[in-house]
Each structure stands twice: as structure tokens, then as C-alpha cells.
């Protein structure tokens, strides 16, 4: 418990200074006044289009695990999801949220191993749609960044690593000892690169990724029917909703929504944030979010659309996750007591959350 308040702790504070760091550079007295004129209605309908989005992939999960032939009632599916986004929030690359999902797949009665290839099954959807999406975005952002060389070569970058990784998983794929030489090789050239020997665990944690992309890819490739094609329709609806909220924002602050490039940046920033630098990505966010959109926006609005996205994003994840968790861990410790309590000789059923 006391890991997860540091961690929490972590998180909020590197993203209190990083939106500090934004309004110190871009608050003025037009600032203020684009305040008074802020469309309440469109910032509502972005923390509604995010609630939304839970429903989709509490929709997704049910779905996978029917695929799998288990069934999930959708509302326990949603405690999976709203609970789970907890722990991603306050973890390097999101990536608390998962070992959450499979424990609570598992107290539904499904096996273990079948409840990592659900989420894994959703971690290779994501990472299909996003690479799409990003390399796609190459092309669409390069009229909006002319004149920012520095976006461009974060943006091709990012989009370098997408192919590396792309590549690498083909080449894996075809041949099941060539990640592990691939791994050896780059280890090795690291060693040669002060900056790159300083961060060998981040390299290490980067393979893990993509060698457990590896593995849910062939599980799904074996699995494969509808319920498989649509949760990847969900996965597109999850994503497209997700990427759509900044332009309900720019609406609020009675700017053009400019669709394409916040679908686009919206991409490419999400890929940047699964990296696992901070915790939740915190700081990176911010930064990133700010960096991106000055493109299109007047400095002065930067900071208010700074804090209203990463609110509606993450702060709100942290807050409906905290108390989703809380409720989940009590259901759990009501009905572990109701189950001890039995009388002797009578069977034990099982709880709400091990019925299939």
C-alpha cells in the first residue's frame, strides 16, 4: 500500500509542475479572458465522450472472453476497466492496469491463462490500430509542421520506432530465436553509448513489450473468428472516441476543432506516452500535449486546454479508479467472509466475481 502512495504521489506531483511550467510560459491577461468565454457545454461532452469509452472497452472485454467461451456480465466488465485505469494512471507505460484485468478475469472463473489472452489479445488491437494510425499520421501532419523542424523529428521518430517495431515482430515471428540475438546486439552496441548504457532497463523493459506483443499476436493468429473482428471494430471506436476529445475541447475554448491533426497528434502522442518513462506519463503528457498543439493554438489558450485534457484524460482516471478499487477490493473481502462463514458439509459457491 505504501508503494502505491508514493507512486500516486509521483504522478501528481511531476504533473502539477509540468502544467506549471506550461502556464508560466504561456499565461497572460488574454488568458483570463479566454476563461470568461469558455463553452462549459463542450468540456462536459469531453468528460462524457471519455465515459463513454469505458463502456467500449468493457464491451471489448466481454467480447474476447466470449471469443474464448466464457461469458462476462458487461457491468463486471466495466469494474474491470474503471478500476484497472487506477493502477495504469500511476504506473511506467500504463502497464498496472493489466495484471489488474487478468486478476479480475480470473475471480470470474476464467483460467489464467486464458485471462492474459484477453488482455493481451487487447494490447495487440491497440498496438495494430495505433501503428496504423501513426504511420498514417506521418503523412497527414506533414502541411501542419512545416516550420516546426523539432515536431517533425519527433514525429518521424516516433514512427521509426513503430517500423523497428513492426520488423522486429515479423522477423520473430518467422524465426522464434532471432529476438533473443536481435536483443543481444543491441545490449551490446548500448554498451558502446554512454546514454544508451544509462538506460539499459528501459531497452529491457522495451523487449518484454514486444516479445508479450509476440505472444498474444500468435494466440490471437490461432483463436481467430468474428468476436475477434469485432472487438477489433471496438478497439477502432475505443480509440477514435478517445482521439476525438480534444477537438470537443478546442470547441470549448471557441477555437476551429481541427479534427485531422488532433486525430493524428492524438496518435503519435499516445504512442510517445506508452514508453515506460514516468509514472502514467506524467510530465510527458503535459509537455508533450503542449508541444504538439502550440501548432495550432494561441499561447495564451495553452495552458487552459493543457489542464482540461489531461483532467478528463488522467486526473478523472485517478479519481473514478481509486474508488472503482476500493469498492472492487471490498465486494472481494464481503464475499471471501461470506464463503469462510459456510457451515461445515455445506458446499461453498462460488462468489459474484467466480461465476462465469
Not at 503519435?268 to 502550440?294: K, N, Q, W
Not at 476500493?326 to 462468489?351: A, N, T, W, Y
Request: proline residues 3%; glycine residues 6%; contains cysteine.
Amino acid at each position: 500500500m505504501e508503494k502505491y502512495k508514493k507512486l500516486i504521489l509521483t504522478s501528481i506531483i511531476i504533473s502539477i509542475i509540468a502544467t506549471v511550467l506550461v502556464l508560466y510560459f504561456t499565461i497572460s491577461e488574454e488568458t483570463f479572458q479566454a476563461l470568461s468565454k469558455v463553452r462549459i457545454e463542450f468540456l462536459f461532452l469531453a468528460i462524457l465522450m471519455h465515459l463513454t469509452s469505458f463502456f467500449i472497452w468493457a464491451l471489448r472485454i466481454k467480447v474476447l472472453a466470449k471469443t474464448l467461451g466464457f461469458r462476462v456480465d458487461l457491468r463486471r466488465s466495466l469494474e474491470m476497466v474503471v478500476s484497472s485505469v487506477f493502477t495504469a494512471a500511476i504506473t511506467p507505460s500504463h502497464a498496472g492496469g493489466e495484471p489488474v484485468r487478468i486478476a479480475l478475469l480470473t475471480r470470474c472463473g476464467i483460467s489464467p491463462g486464458d485471462s492474459s489472452a484477453i488482455v493481451l489479445g487487447e494490447r495487440v488491437m491497440d498496438g495494430i490500430f495505433l501503428a496504423f494510425i501513426a504511420l498514417l499520421g506521418l503523412f497527414v501532419l506533414q502541411s501542419y509542421l512545416e516550420g516546426h523542424e523539432y515536431l517533425r523529428a519527433v514525429t518521424v521518430f516516433s514512427i521509426l520506432i513503430i517500423l523497428g517495431g513492426i520488423i522486429f515482430l515479423i522477423i520473430s515471428l518467422a524465426n522464434p530465436q532471432a529476438p533473443e540475438k536481435t536483443k543481444r546486439i543491441i545490449l551490446r552496441i548500448s554498451e558502446s553509448f554512454e546514454f544508451l548504457r544509462k538506460r539499459e532497463m528501459l531497452l529491457e523493459k522495451i523487449f518484454e513489450e514486444l516479445m508479450n506483443f509476440r505472444a498474444a499476436m500468435i494466440n490471437f493468429a490461432r483463436r481467430r473468428n468474428h468476436g475477434t473482428y469485432y472487438a477489433f471494430i471496438l478497439t477502432a471506436l475505443f480509440w477514435t472516441n478517445e482521439f476525438l476529445i480534444p477537438s470537443v475541447i478546442l470547441l470549448g475554448l471557441q477555437e476551429a476543432p481541427q479534427v485531422w491533426f488532433c486525430y493524428f497528434v492524438q496518435g503519435v502522442l499516445t504512442l510517445i506516452l506508452m514508453l515506460p518513462l514516468t509514472p502514467g506519463s506524467s510530465g510527458i503528457a503535459e509537455l508533450g500535449a503542449a508541444t504538439f498543439y502550440s501548432v495550432i493554438l494561441p499561447s495564451y489558450k495553452l495552458g487552459i486546454f493543457v489542464i482540461v485534457w489531461r483532467f478528463t484524460i488522467y486526473h478523472l482516471n485517478l479519481i473514478l479508479g481509486l474508488f472503482m478499487t476500493m469498492k472492487v477490493l471490498r465486494d472481494v473481502k464481503r464475499e471471501r467472509k461470506k464463503f469462510l462463514k459456510l457451515p461445515e458439509g455445506v458446499e461453498k459457491q462460488k462468489s459474484d466475481y467466480d461465476k462465469k
